[in-house]
């Protein structure tokens, strides 16, 4: 019997519910787009998104398809090829609510959860108009006598724990453990998430845990629910190390988003393609 | 591309790249391939003079410093490790205020952009923010942005050891002072005049009395640019590298 439990995509898929609070991790560090091409076909619906702490073609395809009510994000975009026009026609068109943040902030709401304290101090913030649209924030006077200044305003940020995350990586090892390299990020995400699927390009029988260099790479197995074996699982996001974003397929991608109609008729296609991309 | 014909782009980097010269970290975040050249160009040319820069490059694997997640820049900055860092905007208002969200009256937006990044914090915390924003029109120098990102002055029960420094266009260098709050014109680019900014620009600034025009690389900076930096730069923003250097 295997030391955890490996999974296909479609189940990782069936494990996300209408309505629930989903980890999307950045650009950079394993965008889990065969993942998200399974959750697009299932038609899921009202998914909030919590970004760490943006998200690119992910969010924007999400959006697009109709599945997501509410994001939470310090932006949208796609990156070298510009703004995200789905997401920017459903905020126009008020079709999501956004709750506008900024990158500080979305980790420390996680950070407050993984300590498991109900809330977390954050510098700045004050005087922006982000502050005026969050009533889930709150801003206090430093309690303390010899720390910080007397009499300094700080923001308090409330814990914030996702349903659930699922995020590409490169590989498992025999044990479930998973290889993260310094994307520490996705370690918050998953100690602040109740459940926690991978989706990786290969499984491979290596111990991560016989080298102090490996193990300190990895996300340990304890926090990880499922993983699910899939090639080019990122495409047409990159996987570092492993090939670069598709460019060609990003650029595609981001001119036929720009309406409605020809986003229709890209998904088509994407929905129904094997994830082609050659590593490289 | 001809020798000695200096393309736009360079210019721009080599003036953010005299901004550098006194600082030990300089770091650079998303989409922004022209502060990313200047700091590359800056800390090959402190090297060349013993001198050291640490240069952060967040969209890079080989510039990036850091190996605890992405929060790491943000506490970074907190901890006063970061001398200078790039921010942009949407808007840019006459006391430095950014907005990079969206134009109209949010949550109603006319028109909706990415978000605001680090702004709400790194703008507090870092001594020396540059703020870069190519188009220089009245629409995106305006007198009050329509969303503050992050405030460019806070009151003084606030923690606030940074700030806005300067601002570079396509058209003018401005330096910022908080005390009066307002900008300054300190340098204009090639064929344009006094007059050509005050039109395209939508608020209101003081103007040094020593007006010069935008300073040209000089031939040693445009080939350390072009054969040591350009490579580097092609690793993190290879669309940009090729079309300023490789096409």
């Known amino acids: ?280 | 591309m001809k020798r000695y014909e200096i393309k736009f782009e360079e210019i721009l980097i080599s003036i953010l790249c005299d901004l550098l010269s006194d600082d030990n970290h300089v770091a650079v975040g998303a989409a922004s391939p022209i502060p990313g050249a200047a700091a590359l160009l800056a800390k090959e040319e402190q090297k060349q003079i013993r001198k050291k820069l640490r240069v952060t490059i967040l969209h890079s694997l080989r510039f990036n410093n850091f190996t605890d997640g992405a929060r790491e820049l943000f506490d970074c900055a907190a901890q006063g490790r970061i001398d200078t860092f790039f921010l942009g905007g949407v808007q840019i208002d006459h006391e430095a205020n950014i907005n990079l969200v969206g134009t109209g009256k949010y949550p109603r937006l006319d028109k909706r952009f990415s978000g605001s990044f680090g702004s709400a914090l790194m703008y507090y915390v870092i001594p020396k923010v540059i703020l870069f924003r190519e188009e220089h029109s009245p629409r995106t120098l305006v007198k009050k942005v329509d969303f503050i990102s992050a405030p460019g002055i806070s009151d003084k029960n606030l923690y606030r050891p940074g700030g806005p420094k300067y601002l570079l266009t396509n058209k003018a260098l401005f330096s910022f002072n908080k005390r009066n709050r307002r900008f300054c014109l300190e340098q204009i680019a090639p064929g344009l005049n006094q007059y050509d900014i005050k039109k395209q620009t939508g608020f209101e600034y003081d103007i040094n009395n020593q007006i010069n025009n935008f300073a040209l690389p000089s031939k040693s900076r445009l080939d350390i640019l072009r054969k040591i930096i350009a490579p580097m730069v092609s690793e993190f923003y290879p669309h940009f590298a090729k079309k300023i250097w490789f096409s």
């Open chain 1, 1 to 280: 019997m295997l030391p955890f439990e490996k999974m296909s995509v479609n189940e990782i898929v069936s494990e996300v519910h209408d309505g629930a609070l989903l980890g999307v991790p950045a650009d950079y560090s394993g965008v889990p787009m065969s993942f998200t091409k399974e959750l697009i076909k299932k038609k899921i619906k009202n998914l909030k998104l919590y970004c760490l702490p943006l998200t690119t073609i992910q969010g924007d395809m999400l959006i697009g398809s109709g599945c997501v009510a509410e994001i939470e994000a310090a932006a949208v975009s796609l990156g070298e090829f510009g703004q995200a026009p789905r997401f920017q026609d459903a905020v126009i068109n008020q079709k999501i609510k956004v709750r506008d943040s900024t990158c500080p902030a979305l980790h420390a709401q996680l950070q407050a959860t993984e300590k498991s304290v109900p809330f977390m101090p954050l510098r700045g913030i004050i005087g922006s108009d982000l502050l005026k649209y969050r009533d889930d924030w709150k801003v206090i006077e430093n309690p303390m006598k010899n720390s910080g200044k007397v009499g300094e305003e700080v923001i308090l940020l409330p814990a914030v724990q996702l349903d659930v995350l699922v995020f590409h990586a490169t590989k498992a090892d025999k044990n479930g453990n998973i290889q993260i390299g310094r994307r520490r990020e996705l370690a918050t995400l998953a100690h602040a998430s109740k459940k926690v699927f991978v989706t990786v390009e290969e499984f491979t029988d290596e111990d991560f845990f016989q080298s102090e260099v490996h193990a300190s790479a990895s996300l340990p197995a304890l926090y990880v629910d499922g993983i699910a074996e899939s090639a080019n699982g990122a495409w047409p996001c990159g996987l570092t190390e492993k090939y670069s974003p598709d460019f060609d397929e990003l650029k595609t991608y981001s001119l036929a988003a720009r309406n409605q109609s020809s986003f229709d008729s890209y998904m088509k296609g994407f929905l129904n393609a094997e994830n082609l991309q050659a590593a490289q």
